[in-house]
């Protein structure tokens, strides 16, 4: 499985920002996909998730303000960030579940300005 993160950027606080994420290769096989996030001197975190089925998951911190969707049959998985706050700032994977493993993209850097 193969996936390519775009959208990420620069946005002041309030702002709002749209990531997409493509997956290739073995795609039969995706089960859950979703967004992680690593701030400078932190670990990785979730984000959101969502099943192939349209189950979500949130993280607290997000709740209300971000929305996970998934076009199944493009094999995207999108993330819209609104009322984005700096502490949002991170680099932004997309990631995809397939037979129990976890596969990463190359991150996307969102940086908030306050």
């Known amino acids: 499985v193969q996936l390519q993160a775009s959208g990420g950027g620069l946005v002041q606080a309030g702002g709002s920002l749209r990531l997409s994420c493509a997956a290739s290769?073995?795609?039969?096989?995706?089960?859950?996909m979703g967004w992680y996030r690593q701030a400078p001197g932190k670990e990785r975190e979730l984000v959101a998730t969502?099943?192939?089925?349209?189950?979500?998951n949130y993280a607290d911190s997000v709740k209300g303000r971000f929305t996970i969707s998934r076009d199944n049959a493009k094999n995207m998985v999108y993330l819209q960030m609104n009322s984005l706050k700096p502490e949002d700032t991170a680099v932004y994977y997309c990631?995809?579940?397939?037979?129990?493993?976890?596969?990463w993209g190359k991150g996307t850097l969102v940086t908030v300005s306050s």
């Open positions: 290769g073995s795609i039969f096989s995706i089960n859950v």
């Open positions: 969502i099943t192939t089925g349209g189950s979500t």
């Open positions: 990631g995809a579940e397939s037979l129990g493993i976890w596969y």
